[in-house]
């Protein structure tokens, strides 16, 4: 069962589409493991429709609107929308369909160090990355804290680390406060988001920051 969730703050600026692109096709994602959540979601779209309907600022008069509205019903060439094909995405001896927002977006070719490998979703989003990381059977991610934000979504497979064991869906939102190691026995495939390099806190701080260059 999915124990980790977006914040109630994350999910209504989500639906007021004030998040950035890479925390927008997180929570997107998340929504496709998390009926809860995406209640929630549901829930705060119709209150925000509500209140821009009720909004005597908002941009539309009356007949302004009806206008609108008539001019969208009144084209009839709609142009036929696709179906959406889930695109078959395997790593290690598995297959999966991702999840259509992370799918839609380009991504670089994996590259491997170790046990773990990453693809970056190919997005202009500031200092933050968005990327697709494997971690194979018994690898694990050396023991670091943040020096800014990182989110987890689990995608496929197990991990497990200080703070619990998590499931596919798992929306794991950790910064400068945490310290963990991830490891993992059947191997895993997670979406994450960095904002800043990691920041390692046993070991060698030179052998391991390719691990780090890989993971931001
Ligand atoms: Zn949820």
Redesign the pocket.
């Known amino acids: 069962m ?1 124990k980790h ?2 914040s109630e703050q994350l999910l209504s600026q989500y639906s007021l589409g004030e998040l950035p692109a890479t925390l927008s096709i997180a929570i997107s994602a ?1 929504l496709e493991f ?1 009926t ?2 995406k209640s929630k979601v549901e829930a705060l779209e119709a209150t925000q429709a509500d209140t821009e309907f009720e909004d005597t600022t908002s941009p539309f008069d009356n007949d302004d609107f009806a206008d609108m509205l008539s001019m969208i019903t009144e084209k009839n060439d709609v142009d036929a929308v696709a179906p959406y094909e889930s695109e078959v995405f395997s790593y290690q001896d598995k297959e999966l369909s991702l999840p259509r927002a992370i799918a839609a977006i380009d991504r670089s070719n994996f590259v491997q160090l170790g046990k773990l490998s990453r693809s970056r979703l190919k997005l202009d989003d500031g200092e933050m990355r968005a990327s697709l990381l494997q971690i194979e059977p018994n690898g694990e991610i050396p023991h670091h804290t943040h020096t800014g934000f990182e989110l987890t979504l689990l995608l496929d497979g197990e991990f497990a680390d200080e703070n619990g064991h998590y499931v596919p869906g798992d ?1 794991i939102w950790l910064d400068a406060r945490h310290h963990h190691q991830p490891t993992t026995t059947q191997g895993c495939l997670c979406f994450t988001v960095v904002n800043s390099a990691l920041h390692f806190n046993k070991g060698l701080s030179k052998l391991l920051n390719p691990i780090g260059n890989l993971i931001y």
């Open positions: 999915i969730h977006p998340h998390c809860c959540c929306f």
